[in-house]
Structures are given as structure tokens and as C-alpha cells.
């Protein structure tokens, strides 16, 4: 079989959630592109605070961070903010925290290599198929005196939460950066916190056989996305629904089958495909 025949499955950590998830859910959202009508205030406020710590090391991997680029970062998010849905007071607390977080890691000893930079890395080929991996890190860097890179992923935290190193996110990082390391970089907005207590850095460490291991797992996972895709069947995982304060897709599959289509356009909508491979090709 030549090369032109196989089977060709790219995912990202948020498509193998979704299908480890439920199923449906990965279709609906992966394939069918069937999202909620209003985007939850959360991701909005997520999208902001990754814009300006984006901006923030791109002037520090170039040797250009001072106070007047912070002030101009803090510009630019403003202008950035009128894209999103959040208030003045949102906006002006974004503002206070990136001020609070550029403060608190002054003089931090780390090198940025990459900035949001996409990734697509095949770890799997046979005689019928290849998998290939993709994403987008926050950052790439090192620590000045060394050679050895990690991946960092900013966390906007409104309260505590225990991230897993088992996090298929982390782990697919980890796999296809060729590191050990991958440090959540906590952005809290705690109020009632002192600032070493809302930025907080949590690394995580892999050995390789648990990198191999998830290695292994995801490429069976890309096995069962084949079969499913080829049978045209995906059943519900029921006990998902709850999960995560609720499936945004509990209202549409509670709906009679036959009607549910119309539920596009008033509680849904088709909206633009999960690709990360566009940005891939704009690079």
C-alpha cells in the first residue's frame, strides 16, 4: 500500500478529550462543528490573559521587556478586550493581574525559544495508517546555563484545582517536544491571595516509559477513532453528561431525534472547524 493510501489521523489534546470523553461529543464538535451559541465567559477570559502573557514573552525572547513594553502590552489587550465578551471590570481586573504577574517574575532566569508556536509530529506509522500529533504551547524555554527545554501552559485559576501530570494535554507536550518537563504556570485571580500564592509554577516530571506508555494508549485511540469514523456510529457516553458543570450538548441530545436539527441556529450553531493545522499552514 503506498504511502498516498494510508490512513492519515491527526489529533490534538483537546479531539482525544473529547473522544476519550464521549464519542458523540467528538463528532458532534470535531466533525459536525455543532457549538453553543454563546461561548461561556470563562474561555473569554482564559483567550485575554494568554493574549497578554503571549505579547509578554515575545518582548522578553527578543531582550525588549521593560516597563514601557508592558505598558504597551497592557494597550494592545485593551484593544484585544473589544473582541471579547467581558466588562470593564473584567478587563481592569486582566490588567491589575498582568501588572501583578510581570512584577512578581521580574528577573526570572528563563529563555523563551517559542510562543505559541504549532506543532505537527507523526508518532506512529504501519502498512495502514499514520498518527501525527499536533498543538500549540504557550511556551517553549530553557533555563539560562542549560540545554534542556520544557514546555510551559498558563492556567488562569479563579480557584484552586489540582491539575493531573496524566493530563493527555501535558503528556502529548511532553511526547512530542522530545521533554521530561512540563510546568503549569498558575495565573490567580484570587482576590483574598497574596500574589506568591496566586502565581504558582507546578512542574511536572515524566520518566520515559510513562511517556511510551501514553505513546502506546494514544495511538490505540487512533485505531478506535478509524473504526468509528468507518461504521458512522457514535454512542453516547451517558455517564459524561455531568461532567465539567455539564456537556454543552446534554440540551440537543435530550431532544427527540427528529427534531433536534432545528435546535441549530437558536440554541447552536455550525460553527468554524477545530483546525489547528490552518495555523500550521500560516506559518
Given at each position: 500500500?503506498?504511502?498516498?493510501?494510508?490512513?492519515?489521523?491527526?489529533?490534538?489534546?483537546?479531539?482525544?478529550?473529547?473522544?476519550?470523553?464521549?464519542?458523540?461529543?467528538?463528532?458532534?464538535?470535531?466533525?459536525?462543528?455543532?457549538?453553543?451559541?454563546?461561548?461561556?465567559?470563562?474561555?473569554?477570559?482564559?483567550?485575554?490573559?494568554?493574549?497578554?502573557?503571549?505579547?509578554?514573552?515575545?518582548?522578553?525572547?527578543?531582550?525588549?521587556?521593560?516597563?514601557?513594553?508592558?505598558?504597551?502590552?497592557?494597550?494592545?489587550?485593551?484593544?484585544?478586550?473589544?473582541?471579547?465578551?467581558?466588562?470593564?471590570?473584567?478587563?481592569?481586573?486582566?490588567?491589575?493581574?498582568?501588572?501583578?504577574?510581570?512584577?512578581?517574575?521580574?528577573?526570572?532566569?528563563?529563555?523563551?525559544?517559542?510562543?505559541?508556536?504549532?506543532?505537527?509530529?507523526?508518532i506512529y506509522e504501519d502498512e495502514d495508517m499514520i498518527v501525527y500529533i499536533s498543538g500549540q504551547p504557550d511556551l517553549i524555554f530553557k533555563y539560562t546555563n542549560t540545554n534542556n527545554i520544557a514546555v510551559m501552559d498558563h492556567k488562569r485559576m479563579q480557584r484552586e484545582f489540582p491539575y493531573s501530570p496524566l493530563r493527555n494535554q501535558f503528556l502529548?507536550?511532553?511526547?512530542?517536544?522530545?521533554?521530561?518537563?512540563?510546568?503549569?504556570?498558575?495565573?490567580?485571580?484570587?482576590?483574598?491571595?497574596?500574589?506568591?500564592?496566586?502565581?504558582?509554577?507546578?512542574?511536572?516530571?515524566?520518566?520515559?516509559?510513562?511517556?511510551?506508555?501514553?505513546?502506546?494508549?494514544?495511538?490505540?485511540?487512533?485505531?478506535?477513532?478509524?473504526?468509528?469514523?468507518?461504521?458512522?456510529?457514535?454512542?453516547?457516553?451517558?455517564?459524561?453528561?455531568?461532567?465539567?458543570?455539564?456537556?454543552?450538548?446534554?440540551?440537543?441530545?435530550?431532544?427527540?431525534?427528529?427534531?433536534?436539527?432545528?435546535?441549530?441556529?437558536?440554541?447552536?450553531?455550525?460553527?468554524?472547524?477545530?483546525?489547528?493545522?490552518?495555523?500550521?499552514?500560516?506559518?
Amino acid at each position: 500500500m503506498s504511502k498516498e493510501e494510508k490512513t492519515i489521523i491527526v489529533f490534538d489534546a483537546t479531539e482525544l478529550d473529547n473522544f476519550e470523553l464521549c464519542t458523540f461529543k467528538w463528532h458532534a464538535f470535531h466533525h459536525r462543528n455543532i457549538r453553543p451559541k454563546h461561548t461561556e465567559s470563562y474561555f473569554e477570559k482564559g483567550n485575554l490573559i494568554h493574549y497578554l502573557l503571549e505579547l509578554y514573552y515575545k518582548a522578553k525572547q527578543v531582550n525588549e521587556l521593560n516597563q514601557e513594553k508592558i505598558e504597551e502590552t497592557i494597550e494592545l489587550g485593551r484593544i484585544k478586550s473589544l473582541k471579547f465578551d467581558l466588562t470593564l471590570e473584567e478587563v481592569a481586573e486582566h490588567i491589575f493581574q498582568f501588572r501583578e504577574y510581570a512584577r512578581f517574575y521580574e528577573g526570572e532566569n528563563i529563555i523563551p525559544l517559542y510562543i505559541e508556536q504549532p506543532f505537527m509530529v507523526k508518532i506512529y506509522e504501519d502498512e495502514d495508517m499514520i498518527v501525527y500529533i499536533s498543538g500549540q504551547p504557550d511556551l517553549i524555554f530553557k533555563y539560562t546555563n542549560t540545554n534542556n527545554i520544557a514546555v510551559m501552559d498558563h492556567k488562569r485559576m479563579q480557584r484552586e484545582f489540582p491539575y493531573s501530570p496524566l493530563r493527555n494535554q501535558f503528556l502529548l507536550y511532553a511526547t512530542a517536544m522530545k521533554t521530561d518537563t512540563v510546568i503549569v504556570n498558575k495565573v490567580g485571580f484570587q482576590k483574598t491571595k497574596a500574589a506568591k500564592d496566586r502565581f504558582v509554577r507546578t512542574p511536572f516530571v515524566y520518566s520515559q516509559e510513562i511517556l511510551d506508555e501514553w505513546k502506546e494508549d494514544a495511538i490505540n485511540r487512533a485505531r478506535e477513532m478509524v473504526i468509528f469514523e468507518k461504521v458512522q456510529h457514535f454512542p453516547r457516553n451517558r455517564t459524561s453528561c455531568e461532567k465539567f458543570n455539564g456537556c454543552y450538548l446534554q440540551r440537543y441530545c435530550s431532544t427527540k431525534p427528529r427534531a433536534r436539527e432545528f435546535l441549530i441556529g437558536t440554541e447552536y450553531i455550525i460553527g468554524k472547524p477545530w483546525d489547528i493545522g490552518e495555523k500550521l499552514e500560516a506559518k
